[in-house]
């Protein structure tokens, strides 16, 4: 049972901390309600670019890194579809100096043409290594607006087109910052050799003289139901073939999701899951192959993606794909691994929250869901998943209509 207080500043900012005496460390998690989903579309990528503007200096600290480094700290950062978080592990004696470094690039940037063209800069090259200058790289840039027509998870986190990241100015990003990142719009989460009292007092002294902010309304288009299959073809000059599909699902919060979190596991836990199981080992169609879903607050996806043996026809890959899904309905199989893959959950999760970091970025992110308890009921959610649950999510999102592929058509000539 991971115990856990929590209280809110007038200013807005929501504080959790759970007090653990056994570590001489404190993991300082900021989570911003703010994602890729939050950009207007003909300006996408400024929510992952400023995961790298918050690193550029403050208005009052010209460099983030060098302060938190030489009191033993360390930190880190990451951008999805949803939210933006800042997190550190510092020693407890040094504990305020992570408040006084985080509360001041809350305060403000240092808006200035250098910073943001270093980091604009940053993530363009990051773009092309990752997307255009590799195999597959393009895939998401593809798959997304493939499955999604409407609604902002249409486009990756990066941004769809880096024009838009060329384009931002000093007053785009000046705009997007006092818009979304305010006390307002955070959640704090503090876990390790901290309690309540320092946590209440140092809060009030570096968060509590910010002033709550106007925050942009979210008014996100709902993505309509997909009635019909979509199937993309690629042809291009990589390794070899490979296959993406996706399937529709709920939302972070729906009744299924535990039950889709199942499934991806039943298909893709390693070496023991069906997919690798039946279609690399055995059949020996795949050289590798993954599943998993995207956890999205809003309704996200299953995601599939495997890469095909030479010679191997994609139209007969992709209907072993399905037959290895529909097996999952087979009763007797399927209850002695649902039980094994629930064992390997509850023992994952509980060595997860070990980490006082996980604990402090599990704590702000279901926080945000509305609910910090969960995490202490995921496990239990989890293993409450019957076979008959497995079987109604299966009908209801693994079919046709709901599926959207890319066919990936390696061109590349034997030597």
Not at 49 to 77: I, K, R
Not at 156 to 171: A, L, S
Not at 234 to 241: L, N
Not at 356 to 380: C, D, H, R, T, Y
Request: proline share 4%; hydrophobic share 35%; charged share 25%.
């Amino acid at each position: 049972m991971i115990n856990y207080k929590r209280f809110t500043l007038e200013n807005g900012l929501r504080v959790l901390i759970h007090e653990d005496k056994s570590t001489p460390l404190i993991a300082m998690n900021i989570l911003y309600d703010v994602g890729s989903r939050d950009e207007d579309p003909g300006m996408t990528g400024l929510a992952h670019l400023f995961e790298h503007l918050m690193f550029g200096g403050s208005l009052n600290v010209p460099d983030y890194d060098t302060p938190l480094q030489l009191v033993g700290g360390e930190n880190n950062a990451f951008t999805n579809n949803d939210i933006t978080n800042y997190y550190l592990t510092i020693p407890s004696v040094n504990i305020e100096t992570g408040f006084w470094l985080e509360s001041d690039r809350m305060l403000e940037l240092d808006f200035s043409q250098k910073n943001l063209d270093t980091q604009r800069n940053v993530v363009i090259e990051e773009f092309k290594q990752r997307y255009l200058n590799q195999p597959y790289g393009d895939a998401i840039l593809k798959l997304r607006p493939l499955a999604y027509k409407v609604h902002p998870y249409r486009w990756p986190t990066i941004g769809m087109d880096m024009d838009h990241i060329k384009n931002t100015d000093i007053e785009h990003v000046r705009s997007f910052f006092f818009s979304h990142y305010a006390p307002n719009n955070a959640i704090l989460a503090l876990t390790g050799n901290i309690g309540y009292d320092l946590a209440l007092k140092l809060s009030q002294k570096w968060f509590g003289p910010i002033e709550e902010r106007a925050i942009q309304s979210r008014k996100l288009p709902a993505e309509p139901e997909q009635t019909q299959e979509r199937v993309l073809t690629i042809e291009q000059d990589v390794p070899s073939t490979a296959l993406y599909k996706v399937w529709h699902i709920g939302p972070r919060k729906s009744k299924d999701f535990y039950t889709l979190d199942l499934i991806t596991d039943l298909l893709a836990g390693g070496e023991s899951g069906r997919l690798h199981t039946k279609l690399v080992r055995d059949k020996k169609l795949f050289s590798e192959i993954n599943a998993y879903l995207t956890a999205d607050i809003d309704p996200g996806l299953i995601i599939f993606q495997g890469k095909l043996m030479k010679g191997v026809d994609i139209q007969h890959a992709n209907d072993s794909v399905n037959e290895v899904i529909k097996g999952l309905q087979n009763e007797s199989e399927i209850k002695d691994e649902m039980e094994k893959v629930k064992n390997k959950f509850e023992s994952s999760t509980v060595f997860s929250n070990t980490s006082i970091l996980n604990k402090a970025a599990n704590l702000s992110f279901f926080e945000l869901l509305g609910n910090p308890g969960l995490i202490n009921n995921e496990v239990e959610a989890y293993r409450n998943v019957s076979y008959e649950m497995v079987i109604e999510a299966l009908r209801k999102y693994f079919i046709p209509s709901n599926c959207s592929t890319i066919n990936y058509i390696s061109t590349r000539k034997e030597k």
